[in-house]
């Protein structure tokens, strides 16, 4: 049955009862192949449909939701799903090759092969793909906690691995920048916006696949992951109960605090190039080099995005009670209530003090430049005390560097990111 056959039969087992005549038909991709995280090696390509019909007889009175007068023109979303039976991994979303596939060997899916038949025809990547539904214009400002940013030329949120290839392929081909955020917790976007794609990482969920190891999705909250983690009584992401961004954020910054970072617990982590190539990285590999606050995908110059982590963790019943203990100590030390990034300078590793210390001992507690101000709390976090711009925090950053340079011959670097226009 052609993708046309099996939506006006549906049409006639729901709303319609009788058609005169079919006067036109369209089938257009919406987003490429979209996967179903919970129907494993299923693909599903979804259409978007447009009926026009000519003199219909409806089974009610009232016309049925879609259409619309006097066009009589039925738009809807159209999946086709396909089951991918020989593969034996979920990552073979796009069905043209797998090589993780008969252990090892290269070998076709097939599920390209039956979409083509239900569509009725062949489908090329360009036509698979088709174009994303941007958001455009997007205030940067609301996907940020620092509540700064210009419009971004597109946005869009994505919310499997698939839809994440998908996109990134589209704006690899068409020459489209593209960045990807979490909870936009470690970043300052520029007044003017962005000058190409940001992409929201919506790619959330966890799997347990054995005690105390936890397959996360990259755009997981990472504190979300860390509270249930520490009250399953798993020790080594407790600290994560204070950080406000995404599990894929964290991996890429190497996040810590209290002791702990990201890195010592990581097992594997799956990325994406730019040119929406997945790869797998090992801990026992030696894939997985890190250092304080610094992760190999900040030096990667084909990195894409993170899309999944895997954690192993060890059985500690004390776990629960830390992070509680953390958690308050956080309530108390840092300004949870206002607008900020989290912690702006990475803690000097040649000084005998944290970056916020010297910043508290070079007198800069309160200051502020415009609405960019030093948290009178904890002074390695600038908040936006009202409507602050990037050009105030930069200033506001710079200014901090210097005086600390000139105190105490130390040189601050950033833990936060400038996304700047172009």
Request: aromatic share 8%; hydrophobic share 35%.
């Amino acid at each position: 049955m052609s993708a046309k056959q099996a939506l006006i039969s549906s049409l006639r087992s729901s709303d319609i009862l009788e058609m005169k005549a079919l006067e036109s038909f369209s089938l257009t991709p919406s987003l490429g192949y979209v996967a179903n995280r919970s129907l494993h090696r299923q693909t599903t390509l979804v259409y978007e449909a447009k009926l026009s019909l000519l003199n219909p007889i409806f089974k009610s009175d009232h016309r049925p939701q879609g259409f619309r007068k006097p066009s009589w023109i039925w738009r809807s979303k159209f999946s086709i799903t396909v089951e991918s039976s020989k593969c034996s991994q979920n990552f073979c979303r796009r069905a043209v090759k797998c090589s993780a596939c008969n252990n090892g060997t290269e070998q076709e899916c097939g599920v390209l092969q039956q979409i083509q038949t239900l569509c009725g025809g062949e489908i090329s990547e360009e036509e698979s793909e088709g174009r994303p539904q941007f958001i455009e214009g997007k205030l940067l400002s609301e996907v940020s906690t620092w509540g700064i940013g210009g419009p971004a030329k597109y946005f869009m949120e994505v919310h499997s691995e698939a839809e994440m290839v998908s996109l990134t392929r589209y704006c690899k081909r068409h020459n489209v920048r593209i960045i990807v955020i979490g909870k936009g917790s470690n970043c300052l976007f520029d007044d003017l916006g962005f000058d190409g794609c940001v992409i929201l990482n919506c790619i959330d969920y966890v799997e347990n696949p054995e005690r105390g190891m936890y397959r996360v999705g990259s755009g997981h909250a990472f504190n979300q992951l860390g509270v249930r983690c520490s009250k399953e009584g798993y020790t080594g992401l407790e600290f994560a109960c204070g950080i406000p961004g995404t599990v894929g954020g964290a991996v890429y910054m190497n996040a810590g605090a209290n002791g702990q970072d990201t890195a010592h617990v990581l097992k594997s982590v799956e990325i994406l190039t730019v040119k929406g190539e997945r790869i797998v990285l090992l801990k026992e590999k030696g894939d997985l080099k890190y250092s304080y606050r610094r992760s190999p995908f900040q030096m990667m110059q084909n990195f894409g995005a993170v899309t999944a982590a895997t954690f192993e963790l060890v059985y500690n019943p004390e776990s629960k009670q830390r992070h509680i203990d953390l958690l308050r100590r956080r309530k108390e030390n840092q300004p949870l209530t206002e607008k900020s990034a989290g912690c702006v300078f990475r803690n000097p590793s040649n000084a005998q003090y944290s970056a916020g210390a010297l910043i508290d001992q070079a007198g800069l507690k309160g200051f502020s430049i415009g609405d960019a101000k030093v948290s009178e709390l904890h002074a390695n976090f600038l908040v936006n005390s009202g409507k602050c711009n990037a050009a105030d925090m930069l200033s506001l950053i710079a200014m901090i560097k210097e005086q600390v340079q000139s105190q105490f011959d130390i040189e601050l670097q950033e833990e936060i990111k400038f996304i700047p226009y172009s």
